[in-house]
């Protein structure tokens, strides 16, 4: 049987009737429905033209791309070890930490990509109406001669998939503090969007002029910063540097920033 979107037989296998999926397909794979082949397979790894590992900004960005390039259904995946679609992460440093008297307080679905460049709005629908396959799950490995990588998709056995071109577009990780008590529960890192919720979560529990510092003095923490005096709190920034912004901004531009910082609280 031929892939629906393609001349040639499709690359996957499913184990069982050819004519539908099987009953154990699981979409945090990848498998889409009227796929009569799928990941779930023991059988042939499953193959996309393009993976992209990560579930950040350049991930709904580069769908977007290859979908206005006209790549066929079926040729694009994204492995992403968050349990949401691609979003602006920008977002999360900003209104996703407005007090709950703030007017705009950022939630999704109303930040997926592409909406912070002023495209469409990627929901679920787009990516099924697009054939680019989502899969949850973590790579645990990379074989570039192979062209092939092995996921972690939670709760399932590791799957192997094999890939044309990969994209890596992971993003970084905040640096931990490495000190005691940086795994208390009020002690929050922000990168993902669960770790922004857990974040506005401590801040609820906390009374007016309660006191919090943030760890950092450039983008991220500015913007952090600006959000949380919104909550009637004593906010601190500690940077390690001489001024904040400083790998951006000169001794007199960041005076006066911290100077604007300073009136607001």
């Not at 790549?71 to 602006?88: D, T």
């Not at 709005?121 to 787009?126: K, S």
């Not at 056995?157 to 044309?164: A, M, V």
């Not at 923490?221 to 920034?237: F, Q």
């Amino acid at each position: 049987q031929l892939d629906e979107h393609s001349s040639q037989p499709s690359r996957h296998f499913c184990a069982g009737p050819l004519s539908r999926p099987r009953a154990s397909c699981d979409p945090r794979r990848g498998c889409r429905p009227g796929m009569w082949s799928c990941c779930c397979s023991k059988q042939a790894a499953p193959h996309f033209d393009y993976i992209i590992v990560g579930g950040g900004n350049a991930a709904g960005y580069a769908c977007k791309e290859f979908v206005e390039q006209g790549v066929e259904k079926g040729k694009v995946a994204v492995i992403s070890a968050e349990s949401v679609l691609p979003y602006e992460r920008p977002a999360l440093t900003k209104a996703y930490l407005h007090p709950p008297s703030a007017k705009v307080r950022a939630r999704l679905p109303g930040f997926f990509t592409c909406v912070g460049g002023g495209g469409e709005r990627q929901t679920q629908e787009f990516y099924d109406k697009h054939g680019i396959s989502i899969v949850q799950g973590r790579v645990e490995s990379v074989d570039v001669a192979a062209k092939s990588l092995v996921v972690q998709v939670p709760d399932l056995d590791s799957t192997l998939y094999t890939y044309g071109k990969l994209i890596l577009a992971t993003g970084c990780r905040p640096r931990k503090l490495g000190v005691i008590g940086d795994g208390m529960h009020n002690v929050c890192y922000v990168r993902e969007e669960k770790d922004a919720a857990k974040l506005v979560s401590s801040l609820e529990a906390l009374e007016a002029k309660s006191k919090v510092v943030v760890v950092g003095g450039g983008y991220i923490g500015l913007e952090c910063a600006a959000a949380l005096v919104g909550w009637d709190l004593d906010v601190t920034v500690v940077h390690p540097g001489k001024h904040a912004m400083a790998r951006l901004f000169n001794p007199e531009l960041a005076e006066w920033l911290e100077a604007e910082y300073a009136a607001r609280g």
